[in-house]
């Protein structure tokens, strides 16, 4: 059975981030690897900075000193993420590297949930389980994808009302 990629986070020089992404791209690349360093992260946000009285939006890291690499981990793996240069190392404990969760993954936005890991459908009846409208029950009219939310058909002050909550808001409910 294929060992599936996870994502684990690895400790860097503060400002090498950049350069250390690309590193083990290059190194990825050279030892033809691809299939087992599948992607590496630096997650960005945008933030709007004032400067003489002008906004302008710029990127800053959202965790400066890291970067998060989805790999399948062995020694090799280990080896080539470890030994590039500016990486001081994996975070886990007595840096043994410990993937990240899902909620984690999706926190840090380095990668939306797939589509095909959600299990919902219009015409679901669901609940919602977190934020201002917790406690509603209601069918699914409608999926969006892009966007991770679905508009949910409720009863509100005795009539039938659409809400729009995210995928991680409601639960399926079982028959």
Same mark, same amino acid.
């Given at each position: 059975?294929?060992?599936?990629?996870? %994502?684990?986070?690895?400790?860097?020089? *503060?400002?090498?981030?950049?350069?250390?992404?690309?590193?083990?791209?290059? +190194?990825?690349?050279?030892?033809?690897?691809?299939?087992?360093?599948?992607?590496?992260?630096?997650?960005?946000? !945008?933030?709007?900075? =004032? $400067?003489?009285?002008?906004?302008?939006?710029? $990127?800053?890291?959202?965790? @400066?000193?890291?970067?998060?690499?989805?790999?399948?981990?062995? =020694?090799?793996? %280990?080896?080539?993420?470890?030994?590039?240069?500016?990486?001081?190392?994996?975070?886990?404990? /007595? +840096?043994?590297?410990?993937? &990240? +969760?899902?909620?984690?993954?999706?926190?840090?936005?380095?990668?939306?949930?797939?589509?095909? !890991?959600?299990? &919902?459908?219009?015409?679901?009846?669901?609940?919602? $389980? *977190? /934020? @201002? &409208?917790?406690?509603? *029950?209601?069918?699914?009219?409608?999926?969006? $994808?892009?966007?991770?939310?679905?508009?949910?058909?409720? *009863?509100?002050?005795?009539?039938?009302?659409?809400?729009?909550?995210?995928?991680?808001?409601?639960?399926? &409910?079982?028959?």
């Amino acid at each position: 059975m294929a060992e599936e990629a996870m %994502w684990y986070v690895a400790h860097t020089y *503060s400002g090498y981030e950049n350069k250390v992404k690309a590193n083990i791209e290059k +190194s990825v690349e050279n030892r033809g690897i691809s299939d087992l360093i599948q992607a590496v992260e630096v997650p960005m946000e !945008d933030v709007i900075e =004032e $400067k003489n009285g002008e906004q302008k939006v710029v $990127k800053r890291k959202v965790f @400066p000193g890291y970067v998060v690499i989805k790999m399948i981990m062995n =020694e090799d793996t %280990w080896y080539v993420v470890r030994n590039t240069r500016g990486v001081t190392g994996f975070v886990g404990p /007595g +840096s043994k590297p410990v993937p &990240l +969760s899902d909620e984690e993954v999706e926190k840090m936005g380095v990668e939306q949930v797939r589509m095909a !890991d959600v299990d &919902l459908e219009v015409g679901d009846n669901v609940n919602v $389980k *977190s /934020g @201002p &409208l917790e406690g509603f *029950s209601g069918k699914i009219e409608n999926i969006n $994808k892009e966007t991770r939310k679905v508009t949910v058909k409720v *009863s509100m002050f005795g009539r039938e009302t659409p809400i729009e909550v995210e995928f991680g808001q409601i639960e399926k &409910l079982t028959d």
